[in-house]
């Protein structure tokens, strides 16, 4: 008996899968199909599949054509599976020509010409087709590596900014372009963009005219306005956080996005992080026990008389939210007490170079410490009965963590790929939000509106401890 394999992610099943896959059946007696794991294929940088693995499994199911399906997880794999199942020939489509001639040494390896015309990054496109209008001048570097991410998306294409005149310094794009892996990654569907190709709209309702989503950089104070108007217009969005300046406004929102049946998502690019997402699941199966404190620090030094600052995106406003993140999304919003200390250097504007926030839960306590104006070690330290997390700084661009106990010889270290800081990962999620109302990480509302509250409070310079 001749035993053929194959290995493909069959997203949206289509035609050109189905014809390799009877060829290659027809090479031999018993076909083997791998379907790739969604974890390898964001490792070998495949991000946009639509499909989940059980829905991309179950389709290849019903074509009958394979006789057996195993689950391709990681790079190595396929010369373990060609030694386990004794197979004789593998087979792959002529995209790989050439890519796969290292299995030579263990079986035949025959490269089936691929059919034209057909694929399933071209029916992605044609489902998605999202017009990105993008927002604001308030965060000129975040901006620009979201444009850049952009470029990483099928079917997203930036429709236009609008910015109140200040310049976007577009970051080299072609720096930030590393393929990830090795031999088996996928090509990089990414475009450089320059400028000049970036339609600049005069008013943000011209902007909204010619576009079916934004991305809002502003400033903290517009945000409001901006998501109401953009909801109003009928478009889905996408806003830096926080997404209003009181808990009230953001539900308000929320409540609008649901009526108008449109995606708002908050933009923090750390909960899209893998190993930040692995970090909560390992939390939530018990690892660690009990959480009994939760510290959180996140620091970057500027110059405290910027304009940027000044209009808004003061030390709180610049990094609370990401620091609330892992807070909010382990303990939940319903803590006992809650007490703010900041040091304003210019009161007039609420500009603090420091502020940490202390939260009582009924059985645990968390702590934050953000500042523009303070320098501190930015990890973050999550502490249980059994043992505790410890992500090194920066924590927000997390691709590893420890997890530590009394004896060091349980510890445990874990590490998990990040492209493009998170950004990449919630550029996908929203494009699937508004394509399927599925998300894979995501902010609970409550989360947002709490966000805001804590915003809320530092900003109402009664409710907070003021440094001397
Ligand atoms: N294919 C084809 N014709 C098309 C599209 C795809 O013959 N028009 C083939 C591919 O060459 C591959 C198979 O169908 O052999 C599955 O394609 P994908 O789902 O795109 O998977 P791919 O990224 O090629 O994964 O490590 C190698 C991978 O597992 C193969």
Excluded at 294 to 310: D, G, V, Y
Aim: net charge negative.
């Amino acid at each position: 008996m001749k035993t053929v394999i194959t290995y493909g992610t069959y997203d949206m099943l289509h035609y050109g899968h189905i014809r390799l896959l009877e060829r290659a059946k027809k090479l031999g007696d018993y076909l083997i199909v791998g379907v790739t794991s969604e974890d390898f294929d964001r490792s070998r940088g495949k991000i946009n599949v639509q499909q989940s693995l059980m829905e991309r499994v179950e389709a290849l199911n019903a074509t009958g054509l394979a006789d057996q399906i195993i689950i391709e997880e990681y790079t190595g794999q396929k010369i373990d599976d060609i030694r386990r199942y004794n197979v004789d020939i593998f087979a792959i489509g002529s995209d790989w020509e050439g890519k796969f001639d290292y299995l030579k040494e263990f079986c035949d390896v025959v490269y089936l010409e691929r059919t034209q015309g057909i694929s399933s990054t071209d029916l992605r496109a044609k489902n998605q087709g999202i017009r990105l209008g993008i927002v604001g001048s308030g965060k000129p570097t975040v901006v620009a590596k979201y444009i850049n991410e952009c470029s990483y998306i099928n079917g997203l294409v930036i429709s236009g900014i609008f910015t109140d005149g200040e310049d976007i310094k577009l970051l080299d794009a072609s720096q930030e372009n590393v393929a990830s892996g090795g031999a088996e990654s996928v090509n990089s569907h990414s475009k450089t963009l320059k400028k000049s190709d970036l339609p600049v709209k005069n008013s943000y309702r011209e902007l909204l005219e010619d576009c079916s989503a934004v991305y809002i950089a502003s400033y903290p104070s517009e945000h409001f306005e901006q998501i109401k108007y953009a909801l109003e217009q009928g478009k889905h969005v996408l806003c830096e956080s926080p997404l209003a300046l009181s808990k009230k406004e953001v539900e308000d929102l929320f409540e609008l996005a649901a009526k108008k049946e449109l995606v708002l998502v908050e933009a923090i690019k750390t909960a899209y992080s893998m190993a930040y997402d692995r970090l909560l699941l390992l939390i939530k199966s018990g690892m660690i026990g009990d959480v009994l404190s939760i510290e959180s620090t996140c620091t970057s030094l500027a110059e405290m008389q910027n304009e940027n600052i000044l209009k808004g995106w003061n030390s709180i406003n610049t990094w609370g939210p990401t620091a609330l993140l892992p807070v909010f999304q382990i303990l939940g919003t319903d803590y006992i007490d809650c007490r703010i200390v900041t040091k304003l250097t210019d009161p007039n504007h609420n500009v603090d170079a420091y502020t940490k926030v202390s939260f009582i839960y009924k059985r645990s306590t968390a702590d934050i410490k953000v500042g523009l104006g303070m320098k501190s070690e930015g990890d973050l330290i999550i502490s249980g009965t059994k043992g505790y997390i410890y992500v090194p700084a920066p924590w927000w661009k997390t691709d590893y963590f420890e997890v530590r106990f009394e004896h060091s010889e349980n510890n445990k270290r874990y590490f998990y790929q990040l492209d493009g800081e998170g950004i990449r990962f919630e550029l996908v999620d929203f494009v699937k939000l508004i394509n399927t109302g599925y998300s894979n990480n995501y902010i609970s509302h409550k989360t947002s509106a709490e966000i805001a509250n804590i915003l809320n409070i530092h900003h109402d310079k009664r409710r907070a401890i003021l440094l001397g």
